[in-house]
């Protein structure tokens, strides 16, 4: 938990773990107390245990339209505002039908693919065509944009974000967030101009 927080303030980022790993409220503590700026969560039956045990500032970092299909989402929104990644017009509606139903604006981050192929957006067109549907809907804000680069894919990385940041700043809109992700990226800590924060998960257990 030290060595994560060390890293990250030594390159000046915030640390928002992810807890998937250990989905442990004590030990999420513990990384909030080492500085951690909040927690990422891969589903929301992780925000809730989590939002019950005191935390509040939580980025779930998945599509989640179950949960918000369901009305789960709803009611955890009411209760507190959360983070929640999106790489699609359908989960941007659902959303901001939960923001409607909770009467609170659900903040957006919008998942970016640099190479992974696991999800999110594969162009920076597509982000600011997303950026533009969270602009105009009063029960969305655009909160930032979330990347899982490959170790080796960075630079692409980088390229990816200053042609999206054009696109973000036609519509006067500023991200809040620039998340990147991943243990196997620590070694690439810093290397992202703009970049605000890192999600690392099974660092905690050291990979095991």
Known sequence: IMRLQTLCD????????HIKTHKSPALARQQLEAGAIGITCQKLGEAEIMAEAGIKDILIAT???GAARSGRLATLQHRMPLKICADNPV??????EAGRVAKRPVSIVIECDTGQ???GVMTP?????????????????????MFYPPT???????VFLDETQKGLDSLGLVPKIVSTGGTPNLKNLGQL???????????????R
């Open 10 to 17: 030594q390159t000046s980022l915030a640390n928002r773990p």
């Open 63 to 65: 599509n989640i339209i």
């Open 91 to 96: 989960s941007l509606s659902l959303y901001a």
């Open 117 to 119: 192929r696991r999800a």
């Open 125 to 145: 067109v597509e982000a600011v065509a997303l950026a533009k549907i969270i602009q105009d809907n009063p029960w969305l804000e655009f909160g930032g944009l």
């Open 152 to 158: 080796d894919g960075w630079s692409a990385t980088q």
């Open 193 to 207: 101009d703009g970049a605000t924060e890192h999600r690392s998960g099974t660092s905690i257990f050291n990979d």
